[in-house]
């Protein structure tokens, strides 16, 4: 079982290391169109979509990696201060009842939205680029398998500090 949940751990790892690289090209893609808008007044019908693009995958990719190392938003007014098995049976029925019901629930949603978007040749229609939706659609379904194997991993770890007392890891 430490051997999967290290080789999730990995791969979200890996992932979320890769989709940094893609801040400094999100950052040159707006510059680029910002300077031909406004310096050159010569606006281009790609960079919009294609910023948007990328952004997205910046974001989805995050995801999993963000809940890894579980930096993710949370009001730590009393949970910070709880002891770690108190935060653990908090994050296991947190788990339960919001992450699991949902992370199904949005990853079913994004797998046949994908394989619809590849079915019917989807486009975006921002622009009149008019540029494949499918490659993004197909991102997000990934994220969010990543996602949920990474709150898999996360619930097992901590369903272990709330019965044994200890960290798994």
Same mark, same amino acid.
């Given at each position: 079982m430490r051997s999967i949940l290290h080789t999730i751990d990995s791969i979200n790892d890996k992932v979320g290391s890769a989709a940094r690289w893609l801040c400094p090209a999100l950052v040159l893609l707006i510059t680029l169109e910002?300077?031909?808008?406004? =310096? !050159?007044?010569?606006?281009?019908?790609w960079a919009f979509e294609t910023a948007m693009m /990328?952004?997205?995958?910046?974001? =989805? !990719?995050?995801?999993?990696?963000?809940?890894?190392?579980?930096?993710?938003?949370? /009001?730590d007014v009393f949970y910070a201060h709880l002891p770690r098995r108190m935060q653990a049976l908090i994050d296991v029925l947190g788990n339960i009842v919001f992450f699991f019901p949902f992370i199904i629930m949005f990853t079913i949603a994004a797998v046949n939205k994908a394989q619809f978007s590849w079915a019917v040749n989807e486009k975006m229609e921002e622009t009149v680029w008019y540029p494949p939706f499918a490659p993004l659609r197909t991102l997000i379904a990934i994220a969010l398998i990543l996602l949920a194997l990474q709150g898999t991993a996360n619930f097992i770890r901590d369903f272990y500090v709330l019965i044994r007392n200890k960290p798994y890891d």
């Open positions: 910002v300077t031909r808008r406004f =310096v !050159f007044n010569s606006p281009s019908m /990328v952004g997205a995958t910046l974001y =989805v !990719f995050g995801w999993a990696y963000v809940h890894r190392h579980r930096a993710h938003v949370r /009001v």
